[in-house]
């Protein structure tokens, strides 16, 4: 099952990560490594997104109680996880001279 705390985690610590600008050659190839994971993961990653938010309406819908601290970080989910989005977004395109080959998670630069 999914958890609201283990989600908003995943996603700032993964935005974090992301944020970071890379100060050596063996950080950047471990940075293009993590965004293609986290390019591969982020269909898993959405699908997490909607379960906890559907849960927390069903729970809304059913007068179901939920502790105010639950609510309070369930709040912080929808921006969370934008966050990651656009760090993902950005940083293929600002590394927009890399492909990423998907399948096999090779790395080819292009027009050096």
Known sequence: MFSTTASVCRFQSSSKRLDQTPET???FVEHLS??????ADMPALEREFMVVTRLYTIAKEFDVPVE?????????LAPSFQHLKVSVTCTCWCRGNLRIYEPFNVFHVSEF
């Open 25 to 27: 050659v063996d950080a």
């Open 34 to 39: 993590y965004l293609s994971r986290m390019v």
């Open 68 to 76: 105010p601290e639950d609510f309070a970080l369930y709040q912080t």
